[in-house]
């Protein structure tokens, strides 16, 4: 469980090895009990893990939930974790992590390893022409010209995967900050959007995040 926090707001944590956070960007996923389909399934929405620790995740994501919500999430490397909401971000939440002591120690050597070696990345990853924002959240404006926060995941030249409460059907137009494109297929948490024109290097960040 979370235990305390600074007069800043920020959750703080203890000495101890699991209480060791680390500051991050790692994909991922995460479903609320509440939020289903219309075929009653459980929803499913892409996140980004921005900090991390054995006993606590904040992650910033499209759908907030609420305090004492349970949460069921898929982190890239560090795999499936549980828990319920204990703090709303502006968007996004913190969330504690239910595990046994030995599931705890477990993670906590992950979490040490991969802090680790986080920077020592393959040479050839770095020719991709993906990028993958800082500050995640961008507008999405609907065929009806109706907008809301959508988290965009990484995005090129040419198009972007976005996560969003509505997931708009395969082939509507949409905007995402002041670029338009369509959306081209559906993935598990979101949706890839490819934009009509091709955009220029220099400023296509600057487009597509526009909030």
């Avoid at 305090?67 to 795999?79: K, T």
């Avoid at 509505?166 to 082939?171: E, K, M, R």
């Avoid at 959007?193 to 909030?211: C, H, P, S, T, Y």
Wanted: hydrophobic share 40%; with cysteine; net charge neutral.
């Amino acid at each position: 469980m979370l235990r305390e926090r600074s007069k800043s707001g920020d959750v703080e944590f203890g000495e101890r090895r699991d209480d060791v956070r680390i500051t991050v960007s790692i994909v991922g996923k995460y479903s609320l009990p509440d939020r289903r389909d219309t075929r009653g399934e459980h929803r499913v929405f892409a996140c980004r893990v921005v900090n991390l620790s054995a006993r606590g995740v904040a992650l910033a994501g499209p759908v907030q939930g609420s305090i004492g919500e349970r949460v069921f999430a898929n982190i890239e490397y560090f795999g499936k974790l549980a828990g319920a909401i204990v703090r709303p971000l502006d968007r996004g939440f913190v969330m504690n992590i239910t595990a046994s002591d030995e599931e705890r120690s477990w993670l906590a050597a992950k979490i040490e390893w991969f802090e680790r070696y986080k920077n020592f990345d393959v040479s050839g990853q770095q020719t991709d022409e993906r990028v993958v924002p800082k500050i995640p959240y961008s507008r999405m404006i609907l065929p009806d010209g109706s907008a809301e926060t959508c988290l965009v995941l990484d995005f090129s030249v040419s198009d972007a995967a976005i996560s969003a409460d509505t997931v708009p059907d395969v082939g509507t137009v949409v905007a995402i900050g002041s670029v338009v494109g369509r959306v081209v297929r559906h993935f598990e948490g979101g949706f890839a959007v490819q934009f009509i024109d091709r955009q220029m290097r220099e400023n296509v960040e600057a487009r597509v995040m526009l909030g």
